[in-house]
């Protein structure tokens, strides 16, 4: 369109929408307000304005509004440049795309070997190995790395406390292929931070440092640490909790690199970060590049030039959102999760296999992981855009927040001692098992849905069989961070339906009798329905006009339980009537398809299935009553 030539401003700048009226936000709330009220939304209630009403809440207590506009306008500086929200690099991705670093962890050296030459001959750059406990044995890396040309694939280990003798056999790996040390890269992954989270023992960074730290002279591009973020994730915590544990870890190893001997430029360089990437991907984003920021800002004070307060990114896409049951929704999730790493600016990312909580990947599911990096980056172009979120208003204050939560949990930690106390004293687990509590609690009323597993469940999915993966023990202590899947409370309800298939032939099962008309039966009847086969209890439809033929139908379904399923008129009408039918028919449990009400409870009804309920509470308290399996 043309612009008229008194809209450019004294800087030349091109009001876009100056041919347009102006709009207020007074108006647009008039407009929310007539929406909601066609809702049957009480808008007059609303505490403040009518938009609170669509407003949520993280968990870290950041309000997530339903608009943002120029008012929420933050300055976030430049790519490349401090305080580096906007990415490490002036040009991002652009010129390579991100690292594609898959990780493997088959104990069989030979199989993991063939593994990791497929991936690298179909787009991945680099590897994450297990080692020790947690995949390959030690004296079998070079097998498993036979194939690399350890020049042109980085290799990062993650071998917990058996970090010394897997650095070695790996930098054996390069000597034996006569390769410099100069080209030696990746990283040797040794994070004593990440092996106390998960034993509950105190982590000696000193003697890490000390072993680390001579490696360094000849190998400049060699990361030696791992700032390890995700095991507060996995184990429940936020978004806030993940970024302040891991600048703490930063700042702690960065403390012990420099004690033993590393100038503070070098020893900057030689950390990489790790953080989880969920299907939130606004939160994702805004965390990424609020660790960036979050590292600038800590090591200015420390008194680095702008050139080394880059932070390198490691991300990987959530362990605790991955679900056994519909494993195949993995695959939605971790898209989004690659998608918002990519757009917050990871320099290497890693997607977890849609089978991973089920055990060891198979080939689809390894390929579908590598094809996730190239759809998004050979035919979704993200990475063809420089910081792709930044001027988003709402990212922009997103960013803003989570930085100062993330902080001020980092302040916490350092007021605590450092990671280092606050994780031996339980500081750290507390916090986040509080936050995991919260989660919990959400999940079981199913405010946060998972689709699959606690909304929409198949109860004739066939279980996919995986060969284990290995598993590295977790202590039982009060200090340590347990990891925790979202989805593992429904599937065990389902796991012990399954048990109870396979031994007596036949589900819990419960009974919906529906009353009236099909069109007034059916939104409760689904939802009920779509709630007990979350937790791996059958429905079993039938019933009729009247309560006299819902309790015949009860009688013919062989089930112990029923839930009556209606309109609140015809509960006004028929709800009693139904319940002693039911009762004289032999229904032990009588439930109701609504919101709890005195009228019913009066009627002899036992309990209520509705939107926001305890589903998780409701659900083992039928399945423990209809004896299912263990």
């Not at 430049?78 to 795309?97: D, T």
């Not at 490696?215 to 791992?226: D, E, F, K, S």
């Not at 605590?416 to 079981?444: H, P, Q, T």
């Not at 059916?522 to 439809?541: C, D, H, K, W, Y």
Request: with cysteine; proline share 6%.
């Amino acid at each position: 369109m043309s612009v008229p030539e008194n809209t450019a401003t004294a800087t030349g700048a091109l009001p876009l929408a100056a041919e347009f009226p102006s709009v207020t936000k007074e108006q647009w709330r008039e407009l929310v307000a007539g929406v909601l009220r066609k809702s049957g939304v009480d808008v007059e209630s609303a505490p403040e304005t009518p938009e609170s009403l669509l407003t949520t809440t993280t968990y870290d207590g950041i309000a997530i509004q339903p608009l943002y506009d120029s008012g929420d306008d933050i300055e976030s500086g430049f790519p490349g440049l401090a305080p580096f929200i906007r990415g490490a690099q002036p040009q991002g991705a652009v010129v390579e795309g991100w690292d594609v670093r898959q990780r493997h962890a088959h104990p069989d050296a030979a199989t993991a070997r063939n593994e990791i030459l497929e991936d690298l001959h179909n787009g991945v750059t680099s590897i994450w190995l297990g080692v020790g406990a947690a995949g390959v044995p030690v004296d079998r890396i070079d097998e498993a790395l036979a194939d690399v040309h350890l020049d042109l694939a980085p290799v990062v280990l993650d071998a917990g406390a058996d970090y010394e003798a897997a650095a070695a056999a790996l930098l054996a790996a390069y000597a034996d292929r006569n390769l410099p040390d100069s080209v030696v890269s990746g990283n040797l992954g040794i994070d004593p931070l990440g092996v106390a989270a998960r034993t509950g023992e105190r982590a000696d960074l000193a003697a890490a440092a000390r072993f680390a730290a001579p490696l360094a002279a000849t190998r400049p591009q060699l990361r030696l640490v791992v700032a390890d973020g995700t095991p507060v994730h996995e184990a429940g915590g936020s978004e806030a909790q993940e970024l302040g544990a891991a600048i703490a870890a930063g700042v702690a190893y960065l403390r012990a690199l420099t004690d033993a001997g590393l100038d503070l430029a070098d020893a900057a360089s030689r950390i990489e970060f790790r953080f989880a990437a969920s299907a939130d991907q606004f939160l994702t984003i805004a965390k990424l590049r609020a660790a960036r920021a979050m590292w600038h800002r800590v090591t200015e004070v420390c008194g680095l030039t702008e050139p080394h307060r880059g932070m390198r990114q490691h991300v990987v896409t959530s362990a605790a959102m991955m679900t056994r049951r519909d494993p195949y929704v993995n695959m939605l999730r971790t898209t989004l999760a690659c998608f918002a790493a990519g757009v917050g600016g990871a320099d290497a990312v890693t997607v977890r296999p849609f089978d991973h909580a089920l055990g060891l990947p198979d080939a689809l599911a390894r390929r579908i992981a590598r094809n996730t990096h190239s759809l998004l980056l050979e035919e979704s172009h993200i990475a063809r855009v420089i910081d792709p979120a930044g001027g988003s208003y709402y990212v922009e204050r997103l960013t803003a927040d989570l930085y100062q939560r993330g902080w001020s949990f980092f302040q916490e930690l350092e007021a605590a001692g450092g990671i280092v106390e606050a994780l031996a004293s339980g500081l750290v687990a507390d916090r986040v098992n509080a936050v995991w509590e919260e989660r919990r609690v959400n999940l079981a009323h199913r405010r946060d849905p998972l689709t699959g597993v606690s909304e929409f469940p198949n109860l004739d999915e066939p279980v996919l069989e995986r060969a284990p993966a290995p598993v590295v023990p977790v202590a039982d202590a009060p200090n340590v961070l347990r990891p925790r899947r979202y989805a593992a409370g429904f599937e065990e309800l389902r796991d012990r339906s399954d048990a109870t298939l396979a031994a007596t032939g036949q589900r819990p099962r419960i009974f919906l009798a529906t009353l009236g008309p099909v069109a007034v039966h059916t939104a409760r009847a689904t939802f009920a329905a779509n709630l007990f086969q979350a937790g791996g209890i059958e429905p079993v439809s039938g019933g009729g006009a009247g309560p006299e033929e819902a309790a015949a139908a009860f009688r013919e379904s062989g089930a112990r339980v029923a839930c009556v399923c209606s309109s609140d008129r015809v509960y006004a009408e028929q709800a009693a009537a139904t319940v002693a039918a039911l009762r004289k028919a032999g229904a032990e449990r009588v439930l109701l398809a609504g919101r709890p009400s005195e009228d019913f409870s009066a009627a002899g009804v036992d309990d209520f299935v509705f939107t926001g309920c305890d589903a998780l509470t409701l659900l083992t308290d039928l399945t423990d009553f209809l004896g299912a399996a263990r």
